[in-house]
């Protein structure tokens, strides 16, 4: 069945026209959407956003004057954003999502004939979105604990003379941190700017927004999906130096954040205090998941976000199949570039993590 008009007899089908290579090249990324009762699989927060937040939202959405458009260059979220990391508003560059704070750095810094380096396995998007803006990218491997040698990274940084070099802090998906000594050396050696993506960075044991300065090319890159509780809410930021806040603000459409974003974003701040506590529970609950999963005869790594990476003794698609039979859905990376028969759990909430154990035991 049709669902267009076509041309009429006679008239010369010319067809559609071909897109950019590049998209040829790349499937969209997605997380399988399976209706479970228990998913732990997007690394997003078990606890929904604390009742005042949604209060506060509900009252002040009532005020927005929705005929016009938003604060252009979103300055009341920014401000209270540099409140919350000492730092100025000049210094705060806001998105839809984290995800489209690193699309607006490959489209300022990268692009036809410039170069992206990330070190695999990483987060996905980071050279998807490169591929996407036509940046080349350049990968390396880590250490087969995850981990980053020094040595390599150097090396790399001096062949590749990167652009934009990407590193994940925490790691997603394997979930280790890298060490302030590493990631200084990485801004001091980098011809290029350094992003360092914290999307987990508020259950690491430090932040490289510490190392943020107006003259050293790094970025730290943060979202409000995870510790936060707002993933439908899809706002993420910039910690970076006040120049390149203003060449990314080049780069993004006008008025590319709506009034309610802003204001989500903005009240969300005052319940700091919330979301420590809800990190530190996470925390808690992520020690109590990595020594189940070890006591199950699990491999595991270490993790400094909100998820374990995990490899079974056995068939991981199988396990991963027994667990959806249980109602409880992980992410299974075991087809994923050099993480053969892995697994990837989200912490969730007590609850949830007691029926992952139980179920694991019954199927593993």
């Known amino acids: 069945m049709t669902t267009l008009r076509q041309d009429s ?4 089908a010319k067809g559609l026209p071909a897109p950019r290579a590049e998209l040829s090249l790349r499937e969209g990324y997605h997380s399988p959407q399976v209706a479970v009762e228990v998913r732990l699989n997007t690394n997003e927060s078990p606890f929904p956003p604390p009742p005042g937040w949604l209060d506060a939202l509900v009252e002040e959405l009532r005020g927005i004057e929705y005929h016009r458009y938003p604060d252009r260059a979103a300055w009341g979220l920014r401000t209270a954003l540099a409140d919350l ?3 100025v508003p000049e210094a705060v560059f806001c998105a839809n999502g984290s995800n489209e704070v690193l699309q607006s750095l490959c489209l300022a810094y990268g692009g036809p004939g410039r170069r992206a380096l990330t070190f695999e396995p990483t987060y996905a998007l980071h050279s998807h979105i490169a591929h996407l803006t036509g940046t080349g990218v350049v990968e390396h491997d880590r250490r087969d604990d995850f981990t980053l040698d020094p040595a390599v990274v150097a090396a790399a940084l001096a062949q590749v003379q990167p652009d ?5 802090s925490p790691n997603n998906p394997t979930g280790r941190a890298d060490d302030r000594a590493l990631v200084e050396r990485v801004v001091d050696d980098a011809p290029g700017l ?3 993506d914290e999307a987990y960075g508020q259950f690491a044991d430090w932040s490289a927004i510490e190392l943020v300065a107006d003259d050293r090319p790094l970025v ?7 510790t936060w509780a707002m993933a439908a809410v899809r706002l993420g930021y910039l910690i970076g130096p006040p120049a390149v806040v203003e060449v990314l603000e080049r780069a993004t459409l006008p008025y590319h954040l709506d009034a309610m974003k802003q204001a989500a974003g903005r009240l969300a701040v005052r319940f700091t205090d919330e979301m420590e506590r ?3 529970t996470i925390v808690c609950e992520r020690g109590r998941l990595l020594n189940g999963l070890q006591g ?3 491999t595991t790594w270490p993790s400094q976000a909100n998820f374990i990476l995990w490899r079974p003794p056995g068939d991981a698609d199988a396990v991963w199949q027994g667990l959806l039979d249980h109602s409880v859905l992980v992410r299974n990376c075991s087809s994923w570039p050099r993480l053969a028969g892995c697994l990837r759990v989200t912490v969730g909430t007590p609850g949830e993590n007691d029926r992952f ?4 035991e019954a199927v593993a």
């Open 357 to 360: 154990l139980s179920a694991l």
């Open 194 to 196: 350094v992003v360092v």
């Open 9 to 12: 007899a006679g008239s010369r």
């Open 85 to 87: 990391h000492g730092v």
């Open 278 to 280: 809800r990190v530190a």
């Open 296 to 298: 199950l005869g699990m």
């Open 220 to 226: 730290v890159t943060r979202t409000y999906s995870k």
């Open 164 to 168: 934009l070099c990407f590193l994940c």
